[in-house]
């Protein structure tokens, strides 16, 4: 017997008109509630939950004083991540790209973020301070625009000299900068930044992207990323603090970040601007995943491997129904 | 009549989704499969971490920082997620080796597998509200890919306000309404027949 695709068609979409049985679906959804239940619950007392608790300013400060002082010095000379990064956040690079698309620039500047008086100068100025900071401060906010970069620029290009090694930096001109950057650090050590970032004087505050950016900015985050087995570049996308399963629905987003030429970002066009590739293209096979029904190929593979002859095995079994080779 | 707007809903309601369709008592005798109970399961998961969700929103975010109870509650949470995830994938695979979208049920499939990608984004925000470690990290990670499609311009994953009001309320809502929607079109096209059960069509009783 063979049936043609519009006979075949008008059959699956016609009412059953076969054998019923008896079938109590509300009896069977409040099984499943009651089992997906004490699944939960039996998990949740034997295993808890990840929490594991958020890094601060002081953290960093006090483990890496150093690091957080270079730190602070890349954000007042505009060297930062976060000061050089782009859109939604200043105009400082023209961000990622696919082909002729430059959406992240097009999207324009929506959170704007002034790294320097942000992150160094607004906080320090809420702090009772020494007098030799309180100088620098004065000195520093007395300044033109121009001396600013200069004494910043200039000290921040010292300390890459000497490869970050503070005790290595050679005297010079900068102004106020280091005292700046020492009184960020103490203020940090202190544990005083953390609120100030997020309030930056306001009283409600509920976004806290400059404290997450400027906390990115150093390497506190990044090494307490990979001792917790978190970096992207080894599906660390899918993984969760301690022994617990991660989002591991992101296989296939971690996947990309994982193989050539995404994971390179001195190929271009793609490996450097991998962020924006990998977006669209899960972006794509999203919309696959919803069209697979209408794509050739894909949505006749179900009847040339006959996994259906395993889920139906009782009915067809009962019925003698053979398969049909397609 | 017949021309008022109301009618007419309830008409086409009437007409393609009688209550004997979506609260039947029978089923067709092929309804026999395992597979058949995920659906039901990732439902049931859905329900718990509704549940649970709905416990932890009037503690509000930081309660299970601080407390045992909390902290079980984020567990439940926490563990009908993934069990959601595990039950939503078994059911897309097994649908798809059905091919159940056969017999004009390509809006069933569609509407799934929007419901998988919008559980994808609201687990996503689910992570970024932890406000723990985890929380910060991935922020801090995920911020890049959506600034670098200039989502990040107005989906700001490092604004905790924003991700916790999207996770807790517009995000749940448009995943039940998706699956509301789903759960409905598979009621009232009924349970797609097996391949090659075709046999029927030439009147041999099955
Ligand atoms: C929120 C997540 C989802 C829920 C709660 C859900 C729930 C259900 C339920 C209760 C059924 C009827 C029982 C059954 O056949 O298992 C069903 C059927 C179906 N689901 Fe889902 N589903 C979800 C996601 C998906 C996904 C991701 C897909 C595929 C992309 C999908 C495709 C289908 C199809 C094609 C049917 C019709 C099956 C038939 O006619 O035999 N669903 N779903």
New binding site residues.
């Given amino acids: 017997m063979t049936f043609s695709k519009e006979a075949k068609h008008a059959f699956d979409a016609a009412p059953w008109a076969g054998k019923t049985k008896r079938y109590d679906i509300v009896k069977e959804?409040s099984i499943a509630v009651a089992l997906v239940a004490i699944a939960a619950i039996v998990l949740s007392l034997v295993m808890g939950s990840p929490d594991e608790k958020p890094l601060t300013f002081k953290g960093w400060a006090v483990s890496n004083a150093d690091n957080f002082y270079v730190t602070a010095v890349q954000e007042i000379a505009g060297t930062s991540g976060s000061a050089t990064y782009g859109g939604p956040y200043n105009k400082a690079s023209d961000g990622l790209n696919v082909g002729p698309f430059w959406l992240q620039k097009w999207a324009g500047v929506t959170h704007p973020i002034d790294t320097v008086n942000e992150f160094v100068i607004a906080p320090l100025s809420t702090q009772v301070m020494s007098t030799e900071i309180a100088s620098a401060l004065a000195t520093w906010k007395a300044a033109s625009d121009s001396q600013k970069q200069t004494w910043a620029a200039t000290y921040d290009d010292a300390i890459t000299k000497a490869d970050g090694k503070l005790a290595d930096v050679a005297a010079g001109a900068y102004g106020p900068v280091p005292a700046l950057a020492q009184g960020l650090t103490d203020m940090a050590k202190g544990g005083a930044l953390d609120a100030a970032l997020l309030s930056q004087g306001g009283f409600f505050q509920t976004d806290n992207t400059k404290q997450i950016l400027f906390f990115g900015d150093g390497s506190y985050l990044d090494d307490a990323g990979t001792t917790a087995n978190l970096q992207g570049g080894t599906w660390g996308m899918m993984n969760e603090t301690g022994r617990y399963p991660g989002q591991a629905w992101l296989w296939l987003y971690s996947f990309w970040y994982q193989i050539p030429p995404f994971n390179n970002e001195e190929s271009k066009p793609i490996g450097a601007n991998a962020d924006a590739y990998i977006m669209v293209l899960m972006g794509l096979l999203s919309l696959g995943?919803?069209l697979?029904p209408v794509i050739p190929g894909i949505k006749s593979l179900p009847m040339r491997i006959p996994i259906h002859r395993g889920i139906w095995r009782q009915y067809y079994d009962a019925n003698g129904i053979k398969r049909r080779k397609k | 009549m017949s021309e008022m707007w109301t009618a007419k809903l309830r008409n086409k309601w009437q007409k393609n989704l009688p209550i004997e369709k979506l609260l039947p008592d029978d089923q067709p005798a092929y309804?026999v499969s395992w597979?058949?109970?995920?659906?039901?399961l990732?439902?049931a998961?859905?329900a718990m971490i509704i549940l649970s969700g709905i416990i932890l929103a009037f503690e509000g975010p930081a309660w299970y920082h601080i407390s045992d109870t909390g902290l079980f509650v984020n567990s439940l949470h926490f563990w009908s997620v993934q069990m959601?995830f595990v039950?939503?994938?078994v059911?897309?695979w097994?649908?798809?080796w059905?091919a159940?979208?056969r017999g004009n049920?390509f809006r069933?499939?569609?509407?799934?597998?929007?419901?998988?990608v919008?559980?994808i984004a609201t687990a996503f925000t689910g992570y970024l509200v932890q406000t723990n470690f985890d929380s910060q990290w991935i922020s801090f990670e995920a911020k890049d890919g959506f600034n670098a499609m200039g989502i990040g311009a107005f989906f700001n994953v490092t604004n905790l306000g924003q991700m916790l009001l999207l996770h807790v309320a517009f995000l749940p809502l448009l995943?039940g309404v998706?699956?509301v929607i789903?759960?409905l079109?598979?009621?009232r096209?009924?349970?797609?027949p097996p391949i090659d059960a075709e046999p029927l069509l030439s009147g041999v009783e099955r």
């Fill in positions: 959804g995943l919803i697979i | 309804v597979i058949y109970v995920f659906g039901v990732t439902l998961a859905l959601f039950f939503m994938v059911h897309l097994g649908k798809y059905m159940a979208w049920r069933t499939w569609a509407t799934g597998a929007v419901a998988f919008a559980s995943l998706i699956t789903h759960v079109m598979v009621r096209r009924g349970v797609v």
